[in-house]
């Protein structure tokens, strides 16, 4: 009974997307540089295989392009507004040499294709929030309720913002960055919420080498929750002083 209900809202929720035709821009969880030392790296002809699959995949969309392009030009923008074939696309990518896919789209690949951390953050970005949307579709459901709601809440959402603030590339401030977006999710929608921000990070921090640090929240074992609620306790003394 509960999967079928889930099932209906599933379907509600991304059949509205679907037809909403909107940028889902505002749900890509944006990801900094990543862990190089932990990463693989892949030889310069697999790096060309992988950036002809992706220049694919932006010409199938009516772009014309023959290298990738940067993030400031927004290469994804066209995939994200089209929410009824962007797994369709996924799924062709992911099929694009499956085995050069497979072993190198990771954080170290898309710097060394453009020797920038900004370009590269940008598709790894993008393409974990392809695999969170159509891979894990409850989850996301249960993300994008979520997200909502943090949105609807002034100060949840000024917590939630900072918390990104605090990640800027390293073991220590990923985990707390993490950390204390969990404990937001959390408060805002309760458990099942953070078993979906989860799938999410996991996403993420494999495909940036963030796993591999030796605590990561929704990786490996909890911390105490002291980070998060000085948050709080910093944002409660701007608004009442």
Known sequence: MIWNILVVVVTIVTKSL??????LAGLVKQTVAGNEGVLHNCSSDQDQVLQQCY??????????????????????????????GMCSTYTTLRH?????????????????????E??????ISQTGF???YCNYGNDFVAYYECMQAISLNDLSD?????????EVGSCDSVSRTT???????????????????????????????????????????????TFFFLIILMYLCKIFV
């Open 55 to 84: 220049i694919d995949m932006f010409q199938s969309y009516g772009s014309n392009v023959t290298s990738l392009p940067p993030a400031d030009e927004d290469p994804f923008k066209k995939i994200r507004y089209d929410a009824t």
């Open 158 to 166: 000024t917590i939630y913002t900072e918390c990104s603030v605090l």
């Open 179 to 225: 950390q204390c977006e969990r404990a937001v999710v959390r408060k805002s929608c309760g458990n099942s919420a953070v078993k979906s921000y989860c799938q999410y990070q996991k996403i993420l921090t494999h495909m940036t080498g963030w796993n591999f640090c030796e605590y990561m929240p929704c990786i490996n074992s909890s911390q105490p929750r």
């Open 96 to 116: 694009c040499h499956s085995d050069v896919i497979n072993d190198c789209l990771n954080y170290n690949t898309f710097n060394a294709i453009f020797g920038s």
């Open 118 to 123: 900004s370009n590269a953050a940008y598709y």
């Open 130 to 132: 392809l695999e969170f």
């Open 18 to 23: 679907e037809t909403l035709e909107v940028d």
